[in-house]
């Protein structure tokens, strides 16, 4: 029996994804073969990579002018991989510091340059997005993370940095809302979270921004290099882009990015209209800034906390503990998590709350 999984990360997969994959896991349309035996460099994967490609650029409109990397690394890499290939000559970049995320990329960047905190919302405990920011219009770019996956903070909107490269970390909500690609410089994700299994890095780039990295930049860690290599300049993560593949044609399916979205804005009603009527949960987070993805709250008594999560598993509901450094329990209502998960937790914390 499948659970109810709120895992921020590596999270819920669409049933119906985990069911092709078993299909078709010793022998993929007649090949003979699993994904996972074939050459990256045969017909049959090949096509595989190409039609994820087509369909992700579909999904989210991508222009003709941006590369689509399917790299290794996870998010993190992309952490030191921006600033080598993005700094490009110049002396500083500005971030935007949200939260625990945010200050993992900081930390990476001071390493290739000045690193100028454009906006920080630490003065509340990161629980809001701030909305002014101090832009130095000779920055490299500006780097900021849309959807902060611990803090459940959100930007309901996308930064303006006129001519400086825009730079976002959407590990936590890619293909969740419908973006504007043209606005980014470039865009990364993890797949983890709301696209497939662990160990796929999605990276979409402005062609203009690559080819000129840092002195000393390792060759796997050059956009342009992937990029000229169609992402097969090493062996790429097969199996995972795969069934990022997958994903994409059940997102397809669904009817696009508008419909997931517009689920997505249902289900997060849903929990967040509870919250706020709930004398007994609490969100920490400004009520504008709340993310659809990753929904953080705490019981008002934490002592019973653990009684909560132990119901809550009685209940087939797993994975609702908070981040150690938030605290309390946190659901993660990724584009995967069905209506019925949702309706089934709050159903949970009104009996919880009122027992
Ligand atoms: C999970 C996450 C990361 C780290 O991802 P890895 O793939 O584990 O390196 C970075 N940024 C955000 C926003 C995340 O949610």
Known sequence: MRVYNFSAGPAVLPEEVLQTARDEMLDWHGSGMSVMEM???GKEFMGIAAEAESDLRELLSIP???????????????????PMNLVRGKKSADYINTGEWSKKAIKEAKKYCEVKIAASSEDRNFTYAPKELKLDSDAAYVHYTPNETIGGVEFNWVPETG?????????????????DV???GLIYAGAQKNIGPAGLTIVI??????????????TMFDYKIHAENDSMYNTPPTYGLYIAGL???????MGGIEKMEAKNIEKAKILYDYLDASEFFQSPVARDDRSRMNVPF????????????????????????????????RASIYNAMPMEGVKTLVEYMKAFENA
């Open 39 to 41: 050459s990256h460099r």
């Open 163 to 179: 001519n400086v490269p825009l730079v976002a970390d959407m590990s936590s909500n890619i293909l969740s809302r419908k973006i």
């Open 247 to 253: 994903v994409f044609k059940w997102l397809k399916n």
């Open 298 to 329: 705490t019981l008002k008594d934490a002592s019973r906390d653990e009684a909560f999560l132990k119901g809550a598993k009685a209940a087939n509901m797993v994975q609702l503990k908070g981040h150690r450094s938030v605290g309390g329990m």
């Open 182 to 184: 043209s606005k980014y």
């Open 64 to 82: 003709s002018n941006y590369k689509v990397l399917f790299l290794q690394g996870g998010a993190s890499a992309q952490f030191s991989m921006v």
């Open 205 to 218: 780039v402005r062609e203009d921004l690559m080819g000129e990295t840092v002195p000393g930049t390792p």
